[in-house]
């Protein structure tokens, strides 16, 4: 009942959004992940949102994972205290199914099972997040077989500015960062840095030990143009973090108060050239990436072992304009790329009886890309991307992405679809990962392979101020790789390709209107039902941590004169299943409760410098747990100002 009542809920607020006015069709946006080339918001066939700097500094949030829980089709696991294990799952897919960029940079964790740690993801120095959704492996390969999130940091600048701000609040948290740009010797420049310190809260069901985190991140980017139709760029990520976590008591299968800690750094740097011929018309770039993670954990007995890995990847990109793109077409173009990426991974701890995690293993991949961009008649694009992968540990693979978005202006009606096949190679930590007396790695897995579709219509209401859509989408997995199946060998857990095909299927349901020029609001719902064979039984069971119902409201209010802003944010997730090992080693299968979350936001500007901002996070200290046996913070109150110059 509580579900229906949910629904109900957000069906309503479509619904009452949907007949309201305004005034002003905002400006077309333009992304910059939904193909190899920027295209207009309008003539993309896959699903998109964009999360702009407004919204992130309206809602307060210090994290970014906090704003990507209220994304269509996006599902949180967050694993305990501030800054603990985060996954992200999107329709259903795996955390490492996603791909994710920072300012163009691949920054998925070769050593981290090849996924994100969006734990460590600070909102500070962050201008934009697109999310797009469905296979995008036909542009950008392996990790992309769910769908891309790009984060695009508020880069280089020629205008001179300075901003600071300083918060303080729950749990023994105290975060302040600053940001300066400008022009220095020629370059375009932008330089943030943050850093955010909580004493945390106990992770675990049992004890009362809080669980710390520290997060010291820096952002660099420079841009200079030597020449009329030559643009030269550098981008440049680093964070050093520390976190506590609560590990495993063998006695219950739960996690119990431990002395487990993790040092980590985190390194992204990129640097670009783009020349532009003909008028524009032919575009060529050359990019290079690295990408680099070192690990240490450590425990009440010392070192526990490490792992680091290095991405060293180089991209070469020709893109030709045959016509323009405009503000309802994507133009008609064609864009072909060479990728060439070489990841190294390492692993280092103590040799046991079990064995010797000591290791050191690499992986090259070069890849063929072609997309083209038609737009046959008026309001109507089309995109075609093929992908040729060649691995140097697996068959080559051929992948593609097809892609239709039609507008009709008069009706304000937007038809969107799009097919594609995904594809995900095996993670180092699947094929070759040890950890003594727990798992040991498989090198012969198969990658995974998919097929993917999705159908939808976005309706814009009166004066272009409301909207609502609707998308249904639909995914085939085969060979999904599954990390408990039992070694008879080494009396291991090992990862084993699933016979048989997983389903992932669902309908996203969005709403947008602003009433009035003060007031926005917005409304989603996503139901996923994602099922795969059971390993042993083979009989279709419900993926875990992934729930059937999720939704979000949000309101945001500003008075006439611009100088106070108000947030207010409701997000539900569903019911879901987890899997539990107890001392037995026998898995069962358990359920986690739904749970409801309100946080509020409220800012107030003193100056055109100063402003004063406070947010509640968990406003009713709701309790509830997205992995079995983890709390999750209960209620949080910050303060905190900001300075802009």
Wanted: proline share 4%; charged share 20%; net charge negative.
């Amino acid at each position: 009942m509580r579900t229906i009542s949910l629904v109900s809920c957000l069906l309503a607020t479509i619904t009452a959004t949907a007949t309201a006015s305004a005034a002003g069709r905002p400006p077309e946006t333009i992304v910059v992940t939904a193909s190899r080339i920027p295209v207009p918001l309008s003539a993309v066939g896959s699903s998109v949102t964009v999360i702009e700097r407004e919204q992130i500094e309206r809602r307060e949030s210090a994290f970014a994972v906090d704003l990507l829980r209220d994304v269509p089709g996006v599902a949180i696991s967050q694993s305990g205290s501030i800054g603990s294990q985060t996954q992200l799952r999107m329709r259903g897919a795996e955390a490492n199914q996603v791909l994710v960029l920072i300012d163009g940079i691949e920054a998925n964790d070769p050593a981290g099972n090849a996924e994100f740690a969006f734990e460590n993801l600070r909102t500070w120095d962050i201008d934009r997040i697109e999310v797009v959704r469905g296979a995008q492996s036909g542009l950008w390969g392996s990790d992309a077989l769910a769908g891309v999130i790009n984060v695009i940091t508020r880069g280089a600048d020629e205008e001179t500015s300075v901003s600071g701000f300083a918060e303080g609040g729950a749990f023994d948290t105290f975060s302040a960062g600053t940001r300066i740009a400008g022009t220095l010797l020629g370059a375009r420049t932008g330089l943030s840095v943050s850093r955010i310190d909580s004493g945390g809260s106990n992770s675990s069901r049992s004890g009362g030990e809080d669980d710390g985190y520290r997060n010291d991140t820096a952002n660099l980017s420079l841009a200079i143009s030597p020449a009329d139709n030559v643009e030269l760029e550098f981008n440049g990520r680093y964070a050093d973090i520390h976190k506590e976590f609560d590990s495993t008591d063998w006695l219950t299968g739960l996690p119990a108060d431990t002395a487990d800690e993790t040092d980590m750094s985190l390194a992204y740097f990129g640097v670009r050239g783009t020349l532009s011929l003909l008028d524009q018309r032919w575009v060529q770039s050359l990019r290079a990436g690295w990408t680099r993670s070192d690990t240490d954990n450590s425990n009440e007995f010392g070192s526990n072992g490490s792992t680091d890995a290095d991405r060293h990847a180089f991209y070469w990109q020709s893109t030709y304009h045959f016509t323009p793109a405009s503000s309802d077409s994507a133009g008609n173009s064609l864009t072909l790329a060479l990728d060439h990426e070489r990841e190294d991974f390492s692993q280092r701890g103590t040799a046991t009886v079990w064995g010797d995690p000591n290791q050191d293993q690499s992986d090259r991949n070069t890849a063929l890309v072609a997309e083209g961009l038609f737009s046959p008649v008026a309001r109507v694009s089309v995109s075609l991307s093929l992908r040729h992968d060649d691995n140097s540990n697996f068959d080559n693979i051929n992948t593609y992405r097809a892609t239709t978005a039609w507008t009709d202006e008069t009706s304000g009606t937007r038809l969107h679809a799009a097919i594609g096949r995904g594809q995900k190679a095996p993670t180092f930590i699947e094929r070759y990962g040890y950890f003594p007396g727990q798992f040991t790695g498989n090198p012969d897995l198969d990658p995974e392979r998919s097929t993917a579709w999705e159908f939808g219509i976005d309706q814009a209401l009166p004066a272009g101020n409301a909207s609502v859509s609707a998308t249904y989408f639909h995914e085939d997995l085969k060979d999904e790789i599954y990390g408990f199946a039992f070694d008879t060998q080494s009396l291991q857990t090992t990862a084993v390709n699933l016979p048989g095909t997983s389903k992932r299927r669902g309908v996203e349901l969005t709403a947008m209107a602003q009433p009035v020029p003060a007031l926005k609001l917005s409304a989603a719902y996503t139901y996923t039902d994602a099922a795969e064979p059971d390993a042993i039984t083979g009989d279709e069971v419900r993926e875990i941590r992934r729930p059937r119902h999720a939704g979000s409201l949000g309101a945001d209010w500003t008075t006439l004169d611009g100088r106070l802003q108000l947030n207010a944010n409701f997000s539900y997730t569903g019911t879901r299943n987890d899997d539990y090992y107890p001392p037995t080693f026998i898995k069962e299968v358990v359920g986690l409760g739904a749970y409801k979350l309100v946080s509020l936001a409220a800012s107030w500007r003193l100056d055109e410098s100063v402003r004063l901002y406070t947010r509640v996070d968990n406003l009713f200290d709701t309790s509830y747990e997205d992995v079995y046996g983890y709390n999750t913070p209960g209620i949080g109150a910050y303060a905190g100002l900001r300075l802009d110059f």
